[in-house]
Every structure is written in C-alpha cells, then in structure tokens.
C-alpha cells in the first residue's frame, strides 16, 4: 500500500457532499428530496433496517392502493428526531404508531417526521397505514410494475431512500382474480380469496437499497427452465408465436452463461436467493436490476429468426448488463448517487466481454467500437457534456446525471484503465472490491484505492482528465520524410474545447503503402509524443488513426486514404475509419456532408461487415436529414433510395438486407419507393430474404402515413385490426392523433401532452413526438419547440431518469432550421439560472441543431 499516493487520492477524490463525519450533526433542515446532510446523518444513527409491506392492488388502475408497513431499525442517537421519506400529500398517512405508541401525523416537505419524544436508542419500530402513491407503479388495465430508481420508492411508501441504508424486505401482495405476482424475495404461499383476488406472501428479500426494492403483479404467461443448475422463472405478455420459438431459449441461455462469467470472473458465486425476470411491454428502459425479479424491455428480447445483428446483440448486452448488476450495483452499492455510474460502468463493461460467449462469431473489439463509440461522442462533443462523476447535493437531481457519458464513455474509460494495468491485476483488483464491500456501500475513491495499490502507474493526472471532467482531445500530426523514409512522426493533442488537457490512453496507427500496412502503437501521455518506432521507416502513402479503435477523441483524417477505407482488410480499421471521418464531418474537417453522403452510399455497396453496414445506414440518415439542405431532399431521394435498394439486392445474408430495407423505408420520397411499401404492406409480400414481424407492418403504416400517402387513415385502421398484440394495439391507437395529416388534430394531441396523466405510458410518448417532428414535419411543428422547452423541468419532476433527455432527443432531433436554433438559445438566455443538469440536456439534444447552421448550405 502506497500510503502517500492514497492519501493525495483521497484528496484529490472526495465524496463531494457526502462525507462520513466524526459526530452526527442532528439539526439537519426538513426540505423536500433527500439531501446530502439528511443522508449521511440517518446513515451514521440508522443500522439494520427492515420493511414487512402490505399493498392491496385494486382491479380498478383508477382506485387507491391501500397499503401498511412495519419498518424496525436501530437507532443510535434520538436527539434530532428522524425524518422518514414519503412524497406524498400528508392526508394519505392514516395512522402512525410508534413503539407501540399511536402518534399524531406530521408531514412536512416530503417527509414524515417523528419527533425525538417517542423514539430510543437501539431497537425501534414503527407502523404506518398509508395509501400508497401510484406514479412509480405504472398501473395497467390487467397489469402493474414498480420501478424506483433513483428516488422513487418514497413516493410509494416511506422509508429511508438512499443506497447506503441497505434492509430486508417482507412483503404480501394482494391482487385481483388472475393475476401472477412476483418479487425480490421468494414466493412462501398464496392464498385465493372470499371475493375472488389472491393474496402471495414473499419470504424476506436479501439485503438491497430501497432503489432495488420491486414487486409485478398482473396478467403474464409464465415459463421455467433449469438451465446450469439454476431455475429461472420468466414472466411475458409477448403472443408472437414465431418470436417466442425463436426467443425463450436464447434468453434462458444467455442469462445463465452471464451468470457463470460473472461467478468465474468475481469468484463470487451468485449472492441472491433466486433469479427471475420480467418482460414488460413498452418499459422506459431497457432493464432494471432488481434483485431476484429483474425486469426488461420486452421489444429488445422478443426477437424473429431474421433479426439482424445489432438486435441480437442488444439483447445479449442487455440481458447481461442486468445480470453484471447483481454484482455491481446490487452486491456492492454506491455509497451516494453520485457514483451511480460506477455500476453502470462495470455492467456494461462485463456485459461485453460476457458477449464473447453469448454470441457466436463475436468480434469483441468491433462490438465494442459500434457500442460505445458513436454514443459517448454524441454527447462528450457537446457544449453540455458532463464528467462521469458528477457532483449530486439531493437525491431529487439524481435522475438527470444518467446518460450516454456514465453509459458509453465510462467503459472506454475503464477499458484504458485496464489496458493500463493489465487485465489480470485490474481483475484481481476488482474481486478484492467486491469481497471487501459485499451486502454493503463503497465509493470510487474506495475502488481506486484499491486499484491504485496494484499498479505503479500515478492515477491523479489520469483520474482528472478521464473521470472528473468533460470532453475529449482533438489530435494532429506532423509527418516529415527524408529520402523517402520517414524522418519523424510527431502527434498532438489538445482539448477540443482548446484546452492543454491531455487525456493519457493507448492507440494504434497505421502506416498504408501500396502492398502492406504496419501497424504501429502510440502511448500518448503527454501533449506531444515523438513516436520514435515510426523513424526510419518508408515513407507511407497514408496514415490512419485509431486503427484499433481503442483511443478515444477526434483522430486526423489523411483526405488521400478516403476513398480506399471501405477498402480495409481489418473490419474494425474500417469501423473506426467510418467513425472518426463522420466526426471530422460534424467538426468542419475533411469531408463535407455532401461528400459524406456520397462516401457512404458507395461504401454499402463494398462493405460486407454487418456493423459496419449499421454506421454506414446511421451515417447516411444522419447527413441526409439534418445536413443536407432541405430544398435538395427531393433531388437527391432517388440516387439514395437506388443505393439502398441495390445494396439490399446484393447483400448476402438476410440480417442485412432488413436493415437495408428498413433504411430505404425511412427514406422513401419518391412514388416510386412510396408504392412499392405500400405494396408490400397490402399484400404482406415481403422482399426476398426478408421476414417481416407485426412490428415491421406497423411501421410501414406508420412511414406511409407520415408521408400523407394516399388513403393513409384507411391503412392505419386497417393495421389497427391486424394486430393481435393487445399492449400493441393500444399502443397504436395512442399514436395514431400524432400521425395524422390534419395539423389541427396533431396540436390538440400535443396539447394534452401538457398533463401529466398523458405521459404516463414514457415509450409512447417519445414515439409520438418522433412522429410530430419527423424531418417532413418540422416547418409545421417547429412552433412547439418553446412549449417543450417549458415543459422540461416539469418532466423531470414527474417522469423517469430517461424521460427528460429523451423528450428533448425525440422533439430536437432533426431540426435544421436557424430559426429552431434561435429559439433553444433564447429559451437558455431567459433562464440564465435554470438548473444547470437540465440546461446541459438541452446543450447535448441541441447540438445537431448548432451545427446544422454552420453545415447546412
């Protein structure tokens, strides 16, 4: 142990607002959310905390949940009273007793509060009748879910909401006339009763923070399968036949070999009592790590026998991200929210090396690239890009720091630190943290202690750049050559901001000559590295960067290789060609957009990667909607749409070919292409080589529609009778007011977005507003752009962690227009002290709309 360096560590790591103090300050202010000061008081008095809960769910969604509790805890000092989270109106509480003591209500911002009077030290215990809040039970007609994170399990029933005061959780559900029900801990028995509901009873959970705490209940198919040794329940709505033959082993099976990684990698075999899960239709995210009943989306697992790659592969990353968290994440907890990223760090980190053995024929360094890559730039190139950690004062702002960076460049941040290290004693690193902070709480400057003791490298410099602050380096280059060999070979690197950061990392590059490539590495620790191995050597007729795909920031583009990078032999060189020459674009660099379009219209028809293929069709959407002028759509559709189609034509594998398909839907201008989907859709004659799910007929009644084709309503309802989904069939009833040609009927469904009661259903919502502000649509929906910037903090308050950021993704997204630029910045002038967390959503959703301006010509 170092102890020097672990000190400066410490120092340079703090735990922001959340500190462990010597002596419990007992005067801390009743506000609403959970503060800093309120967490850490409650976590130095409060120790084994225990929750027995009873909810009786009515078969009417619009009905209260009567509810009670009986919460027990120690209690080392009494003198500042306790304050119990509970975010709801005081006149929900009905009957407070404590120690036995029936005790008068008191509810005040956000909390009950029990007065120091009827407290003790040591064992106390308090019982509560209570309605239970519905906002984060996400009540169906036959079906309901909770989901907590980060701060939500106070608006259902109180109880001490933050991570690092882990309990037990014992509950009885009640539930109407067949329903299934399923929770954290194991299901002891059940009962049907006199008027026809069941009532289960769950035995005790394993010790979890309140944000894992969960129960389903409603009506589900259910299978079971042993699969390695390991039961594993799995709960579904999903009625696709053909979907479910293809998906219900794969998702038994990639679950259970995730399961045996994580135990071969931690040495830790599973920590939990079971191991089921849930697939929720239309669930705001893609997964939740709920102990013991982790729910999923159930869109990403239920896939057909032709789905492409990048789906089968979303599934995989999935389902092995949630199960990574039962180590990360559930096991071992963050201490305070601001080191949330730290389990969604190692969850996506583990999920994709998991993927090496849950799919076939995986190239782990190009899924990597593909994964992350796009979606960490997306946000870090922005004026509102965050650090990965972040500072956090109250649990009520927790939801707004997820995103891309904790997501995406997290694990590119981890991989350089493993790279760094070594595998094998970052490994061994990460098996003492778990041992050490198992059932229990730690922080990053914990982990990094630990880290820090295996290796001689300074983590201080590196720490700064990588994880406390935003952005990325922008790199270039000097080539000199003497005599045709090569004389030096000197890279830069600077902020992209124009900053003198330097972000210490590994990359590749390679030098291109006629007949061969060299690939050469490049440990860039400092601002400018003379890459001494490169002396001597021919002189190269091209340079790529980042080759590897491993280093992270804009790498030069050398303008004479850009026609030859389809040309690549090693996919990833290409991938991340692809990658780097889309980001030049974006910063002036290189190409132009014209010219990118170009570049990727030919490169589909040599690329054979499917990967590849995926950023080349992202790309080319991308240059076509937001950066081409909007007067030559029109002329340039038919040379896309020919492109695509031709490229569909020759493409050798099915996967590819509906993904190709599915782009040139999303073009579809002309009346050529608009009729032949048409066709498609009527008579359910699918292109060859191509199987088409119910989803996939949605969609193409939905492309017609936007696109006003004639008789559009006629297709829409009768693609509403086709469907035999119910959760779908409603779904696309509550779309169809956001797909209407008439604009009057489209500002009416916009206008009820405006109660919060009408964005209940997340996915719904975010769907609709990529309807009404589709690319076609903009000039007649720019008008509610000021209205959805008013609408943001108040979303924030009553959605999901996702919903604010994906409101403002889903209404910027394909705005070109000065005119829609204007409006984001005078929103942001006349609120110059908006909350900051919510203005850098806005900085990083708008940023496609910036560069529009200077793009777009």
Not at 256 to 265: L, N, P, R, T, V
Not at 291 to 307: C, H, N, P, R, W
Not at 321 to 327: F, L, N, Q, V
Not at 461 to 466: D, E, G, P, R, S
């Amino acid at each position: 142990m170092k102890l020097s360096k672990i000190s400066a560590l410490l120092v340079l790591f703090p735990l922001l607002n959340y500190a462990q103090q010597s002596k419990p300050d007992t005067i801390i202010p009743v506000q609403n959310g959970v503060s800093s000061a309120l967490a850490v008081y409650r976590a130095q008095v409060l120790s084994e905390v225990s929750y027995a809960l009873k909810f009786t769910i009515p078969a009417d969604k619009s009905e209260l949940i009567p509810a009670s509790e009986d919460l027990q805890f120690k209690l080392s000092d009494v003198s500042g009273g306790l304050q119990i989270d509970f975010k709801q109106k005081a006149d929900r509480i009905q009957q407070v007793t404590v120690n036995g003591k029936q005790i008068p209500v008191s509810h005040s911002n956000e909390h009950l509060i029990i007065a120091a009077q009827y407290l003790s030290k040591g064992t106390n215990q308090i019982h509560v009748a209570f309605m239970a809040g519905s906002s984060s039970l996400n009540r169906n007609n036959d079906f309901l879910y909770t989901l907590l994170v980060p701060d939500r399990t106070r608006t259902v029933f109180p109880c001490f909401d933050q991570p690092d005061l882990k309990a037990t959780f014992k509950l009885t559900l009640n539930v109407p006339g067949g329903w299934q029900a399923v929770a954290n801990g194991p299901l002891k028995d059940s009962v049907t009763e006199a008027n026809g509901s069941k009532t289960y009873r769950f035995s005790p959970s394993d010790k979890i923070s309140t944000y894992l705490f969960s129960f389903v209940g409603g009506k589900f198919f259910h299978t079971q399968q042993q699969v390695k040794g390991r039961d594993i329940n799995f709960y579904y709505r999903e009625t696709d036949t053909a979907k479910l033959k293809s998906s219900i082993n794969p998702v038994f099976n990639i679950q259970a070999d995730a399961i045996q990684f994580m135990e071969s990698y931690t040495q830790i075999k599973y920590p939990f009592q079971k191991f089921d899960c849930i697939g929720i239709p239309d669930f705001q995210y893609g997964g939740m790590e709920h102990v013991g009943a982790i729910q999923y989306k159930a869109s990403t697992l239920f896939l057909d026998e032709s789905a492409p790659q990048d789906q089968l592969i979303a599934r995989s990353n999935l389902l092995s991200h949630e199960t990574a968290h039962m180590w990360f994440g559930d096991l071992v907890t963050m201490r305070w929210f601001n080191d949330v990223w730290m389990k969604e760090v190692f969850a996506n980190f583990m999920a994709d090396k998991i993927g090496n053995i849950t799919l076939k024929n995986n190239n782990y360094d190009l899924k990597f690239l593909t994964d992350h890559y796009p979606a960490a730039y997306g946000v870090d190139r922005t004026t509102g890009a965050n650090p990965i950690r972040q500072q956090l004062d109250n649990l009520q702002d927790a939801g707004s720091m997820y995103g891309n960076i904790i997501y995406h460049k997290a694990p590119i941040m981890m991989r350089q630190l493993e790279r760094l290290m070594g595998p094998e004693a970052f490994k061994d690193g990460l098996r003492e943290y778990l041992k050490k902070y198992a059932y229990g709480n730690a922080s990053w400057p914990d982990l990094i202690a630990i880290l820090d003791a295996r290796t001689p490298v300074d983590l201080q410099a590196w720490n700064k750049v990588w994880v406390n602050q935003p952005g990325r380096p922008l790199f270039s280059y000097q080539l000199k050559t003497s005599g045709q060999k090569i004389a030096s070979l000197v890279i830069n690197q600077k902020g992209e901001d124009g900053s003198n950061r330097v972000w210490p990392q590994y990359f590749e590059i390679t030098l291109v000559y006629a007949d061969h490539m060299e690939v050469l590495p490049v440990n860039m620790n400092q601002a400018s590295v003379n890459l001494k191995i490169a002396q001597g050597k021919p002189a190269p007729a091209a340079v790529l960067f980042n080759s590897s795909g491993e280093g992270y920031g804009v790498f030069p583009v050398d303008k004479k290789s850009i026609d030859g990078l389809p040309l690549l032999k090693s996919s990833l060189s290409r991938a991340s060609a692809y990658i780097n020459l889309y980001e030049n674009m974006l910063n002036g660099l290189a190409i132009s957009p014209a010219g990118l379009l170009k570049f990727d219209e030919d490169a589909l028809l040599k690329e054979t990667e499917e990967l590849n293929i995926n950023i080349l069709l992202d790309q080319l959407s991308s240059a076509f909607w937001r950066f081409t002028p909007r007067a030559q759509w029109n002329g340039q559709a038919p040379g896309i749409e020919s492109a695509l189609w031709q490229a569909m034509q020759q493409a050798n594998t099915a996967n590819v070919k509906k993904q190709l398909f599915k782009t040139y839907s999303s073009i579809a201008l002309t009346p050529t292409a608009q009729d032949r989907l048409f066709e498609i859709w009527k008579k359910k004659q699918e292109p060859a080589d191509i199987k088409l799910t119910e989803d996939d007929y949605i969609g193409l009644a939905t492309t017609l529609a936007i696109r006003n084709y004639a008789g559009y309503q006629e297709i829409l309802n009768e693609q509403l009778a086709r469907i035999q989904n119910p959760d779908r069939k409603l779904r696309l009833q509550f779309l169809m007011p956001a797909l209407s040609n008439n604009v009057a009927e489209r500002d009416s469904f916009f206008e009820t977005l405006k109660e919060a009661k009408n964005r209940s259903k997340e996915a719904w919502v975010t769907t609709a507003l990529s309807y009404l502000h589709h690319p076609l649509r903009t000039e007649a929906s720019e008008k509610y752009l000021p209205q959805s910037l008013n609408l943001l903090a108040e979303i924030q308050l009553t959605g999901d962690i996702f919903f604010p950021q994906s409101w403002l993704q889903s209404t910027f997204n394909w705005y070109q227009s000065p005119s829609a630029a204007a409006t984001i910045r005078q929103f942001l002038a006349n609120n110059p002290n908006y909350n900051p967390k919510l203005k850098a959503k806005i900085l990083q959703s708008a940023d496609n709309v910036f560069r529009a301006e200077r793009l777009v010509k």
